[in-house]
């Protein structure tokens, strides 16, 4: 499976972005897809995932409450909407995707993901 993300640029503090994640090659519908972002000189780090059927979901505890992931898998697509954002939330944010038997199981590790996107900036000022 291909992955683009989409949606990133700037956006002042408490302000709000919506990333999109489309998917082709193969339906996502088989895939658990989770965001991970990477700030400049940092690791990458999840952030949020959702399982195959959109039931289950998981997230990284600092964007809990302010960041809400979904899917379409009509459309072949995993958003991630972020409101209240803060200067921290600054970084890279690619999403991934890894294969998965079962519906509801959310990967959360770096590892587990095998198919990348290439990433969509997300800035956010003071």
């Known amino acids: 499976v291909q992955l683009v993300e989409s949606g990133g640029g700037m956006v002042q503090a408490g302000g709000s972005l919506r990333l999109s994640c489309q998917g082709s090659?193969?339906?996502?519908?088989?895939?658990?897809v989770g965001w991970f972002r990477q700030a400049p000189g940092k690791g990458r780090e999840f952030v949020a995932a959702?399982?195959?059927?959109?039931?289950?979901?998981n997230y990284v505890d600092s964007v809990k409450g302010r960041f809400t992931i979904s899917r379409d898998n009509t459309l072949n697509t995993v958003d991630l909407e972020m409101n209240s954002l803060k200067t921290e939330d600054t970084a890279v944010y690619l999403c991934?995707?890894?294969?998965?038997?079962?519906?509801?199981?959310?990967?959360?590790?770096?590892?587990?993901?095998?198919?990348w996107g290439q990433g969509t900036q997300v800035t956010v000022s003071s």
């Open positions: 991934g995707a890894t294969v998965e038997y079962t519906t509801d199981y959310v990967a959360t590790m770096l590892d587990q993901y095998n198919h």
């Open positions: 090659g193969r339906t996502l519908s088989h895939y658990v």
């Open positions: 959702i399982s195959r059927s959109g039931a289950k979901t």
